[in-house]
């Protein structure tokens, strides 16, 4: 079969950042898109408020004559005042924000430097935005306001807490709980995806190990020479205070890096369906001790099992890597190996070697098993590897793996001192710790988790502001007709249950319509999830409990004020 290439438009191109966070962008965006709505329903419902305490003013200008179409001009003039002091606003916060963004990237034992200054058709963009929302924030008020009963806007008449009506104020109320109660949701399964890897066991220790990544061969370091700066440094790791146990490795876990190779395993044929490929990793002697991965079966490596160095021009397979000797004879597997290739039987003493054909003369000898570990991503299975000695092969990307009795921050003074001791001119290319190189693998998680998170609380802010406006203005307008009930003998839990009765169909009706938008639109982000599914019913039982009690507290302040209510002032309220 031939090979086909694939052209694509130079425009666009590749990039495999863009691929990476092209998802998670969008989500969030679409989750800043929903705050923005509901930040608009509030908005709106402020100047609904605020036409509601002018309608008596409107009413009389529109009985003498006055234009409905100038009103609104009025009106629409006076929201976009306020529109472009909030634009105004907003790009000095983003000028703040984007460096507050800046304290979510990975740590790399590199310093990265990134210009993050807002760009000026970003900052027009999200002004115009701003500004728009607040011309049609004021527009739909401003109709309605020019629309009013003349008769009653005149008399000053309020409806009555027995006539509720489904007005525009609280179809906006509801509007803000059911989004709110979408991004609580989907805020909750995010962090509890984040909690579930955290707490995965990756097979190795992600606490007191010290990466210390140096680059010899920058300074001329190769063949035996190489290898005996690499002793020379070990002896003095291991004998400087704190260490416990140091080694090399070419590979560590969640590096980025990845190396494999063609294998032939004896007595096993490989399947049509299966790639006759597994990873390598080059380690040297207490590498398995110093990252806490047990062994199960056989022994470790030895000093003996490295040859001494005689160069070879043939180049290995794997980026970086040049033959140094002879091919390994020994080397250890990995559990998954093991059951994979010798399901029923002991693979110490087995053979396979690294090319299509198995050859028993170029094998490696398999020595020991170790536990699983999760090299490349913490969310897949764990795949098959091999470990061999690490002088057997060249490699420009050799890390000093060093697991200290205390905080490995502290080690990181101590191993650049040693490293100039030998050399002052080879560089130390980056230091960090595992927990460090780790979480670098769940930056993604983490950021889309804070932001969601930070936009959720923030919508069910909004929405209990709107909902205490709503109320707290209901309760203003009909603070007459609650004088007189509490006059005719009417209690306090009866004024109180008229008001929280406005109040819990409020929020019943958002919460049912939130909830099945949670269970439909949850699964677009199904593929950002770890360990749960998108109907998680802790997730979305504390989200909903969560809105329930916030938009209580915020309906409930209005009402208490209800009760305390003086009938002898609330008859002459005017």
């Not at 002091?85 to 304290?103: E, M, N, P």
């Not at 009013?148 to 509007?175: I, M, Q, Y």
């Not at 066991?201 to 010899?216: A, C, H, I, T, Y």
Request: with cysteine; aromatic share 8%; charged share 20%.
């Amino acid at each position: 079969e031939r090979n086909r290439a694939t052209l694509l438009p130079g425009s666009g191109g590749y990039s495999y950042l863009r691929n990476q966070i092209q998802k998670p962008l969008t989500v969030l965006m679409i989750v800043v898109a929903l705050v923005l709505l509901i930040a608009c329903a509030n908005v709106a419902n402020l100047l609904l408020a605020r036409a509601a305490s002018r309608q008596r003013e409107i009413a009389i200008r529109l009985a003498v004559g006055a234009g409905r179409g100038r009103l609104i001009s009025q009106l629409v003039i006076e929201t976009l005042v306020v529109s472009v002091l909030g634009g105004i606003a907003s790009v000095a916060f983003a000028w703040w924000g984007v460096r507050v963004l800046l304290t979510f990237m990975p740590k790399r034992g590199v310093p990265i430097a990134l210009d993050l200054t807002p760009d000026w058709r970003l900052l027009l963009f999200a002004f115009g935005i701003s500004v728009g929302a607040g011309l049609i924030c004021g527009l739909i008020p401003a109709l309605q306001a020019t629309r009013p009963n003349l008769t009653s806007a005149l008399k000053n008449e309020a409806a009555s807490f027995g006539r509720v009506r489904f007005d525009l104020r609280r179809a906006l109320v509801v509007t803000q709980v059911a989004i709110s109660l979408l991004l609580l949701i989907g805020a909750g399964l995010f962090v509890r995806s984040l909690s579930n890897l955290k707490s995965l066991d990756p097979g190795f220790l992600r606490e007191s190990v010290l990466l210390v990544g140096v680059n010899p061969q920058q300074s001329g370091y190769k063949g035996q020479r190489l290898r005996d700066f690499y002793e020379r440094l070990m002896a003095r790791v291991r004998s400087t205070p704190g260490v416990r146990v140091a080694s090399l490795a070419n590979i560590t876990p969640q590096a980025g890096s990845r190396w494999n190779d063609i294998v032939s395993i004896e007595g096993y044929q490989w399947k049509a369906d299966e790639r006759p490929v597994v990873d390598f990793n080059a380690v040297s002697t207490g590498y398995f001790e110093t990252l806490g991965i047990p062994l199960l079966l056989g022994r470790d490596f030895r000093t003996e099992d490295n040859p001494a160095f005689t160069p070879d021009p043939q180049p290995r397979q794997g980026p970086g890597r040049e033959k140094l000797g002879p091919p390994p004879p020994v080397a250890i597997i990995n559990e998954t190996m093991a059951k994979r290739f010798y399901p029923q039987s002991n693979p110490i003493g087995r053979r396979f070697s690294n090319n299509d054909k198995f050859d028993i003369a170029q094998s490696f000898e398999i020595i020991g098993v170790v536990k699983d570990s999760k090299y490349f991503d913490i969310r897949k299975p764990v795949e098959s590897m091999v470990y061999v000695p690490v002088w057997r092969f060249g490699s420009n990307s050799t890390t000093l793996c060093v697991r200290s009795a205390s905080r490995p921050e502290q080690l990181i003074a101590s191993m650049r001192h040693e490293a100039a001791n030998i050399d002052a001119a080879i560089p130390v290319l980056q230091t960090l710790t595992m927990e460090e190189q780790f979480d670098n693998t769940i930056a993604q998680e983490r950021v889309v988790t804070t932001l969601c998170s930070f936009f959720g609380s923030l919508a069910v802010l909004l929405a209990a502001i709107g909902l205490y406006g709503v109320m707290a203005h209901s309760v203003t307008r009909r603070y007459r007709e609650i004088g007189i009930r509490m006059a005719l003998g009417a209690k306090s839990q009866s004024v109180l249950w008229l008001v929280l009765r406005d109040t819990a169909i409020m929020i019943g009706i958002g919460a049912g319509i939130g909830l099945p938008a949670a269970f439909a639109l949850t699964r677009l982000v199904s593929s950002f999830l770890f360990g749960l599914t998108p109907q998680d019913p802790l997730s979305i039982m504390v989200a909903t409990v969560g809105l329930m009690i916030v938009t209580a507290i915020a309906g409930f302040i209005p009402a208490h004020r209800a009760t305390r209510v003086d009938p002898m002032i609330a008859l002459r309220y005017e």
